[in-house]
């Protein structure tokens, strides 16, 4: 099993969510270094991950990106890794200038109500996806 340790470059994220695992498929495809590894929030690994980092591992309610070591989480984890795709994704981290407050409400609205937009069971990973998922 992975070490927590090894987390740099990491996306943990709820492979039953249609928004989550389109997240994961799209930041598999656009990161073109393959800079990210991806976990399963329901696997043990990211039920550990969940923990560590202060989040209920039965809420599933943010995905948690981890880059260069430090953990981001929220609207947070969505600006962190649009960031790091470069232009023109980059230009989608303009999130971080709302207040966090607000950020986070908005993100908490559409993580409460997730299930309700789409599907509960996600189409299986893309091949980008599959060759970097960990757990």
Known sequence: ???LSDEANLIVFDADCIFCSGF???MAKHDKQADFRFVSA???LGQRL???HGLDP???ETNIVVLDGQAYTKMASFAASMKSLGTPWSLLAV???LPVSLANWIYDRIARNR???GKRSCPLPSSELK???ID
């Open 131 to 133: 060759d970097r998922l």
């Open 42 to 44: 329901r696997s043990d």
């Open 1 to 3: 099993m992975a070490d």
């Open 95 to 97: 999130v971080n200038l």
């Open 50 to 52: 969940y923990e560590k």
């Open 115 to 117: 299930y309700a937009f």
């Open 24 to 26: 994961a498929r799209f």
């Open 58 to 60: 039965d809420a599933l």
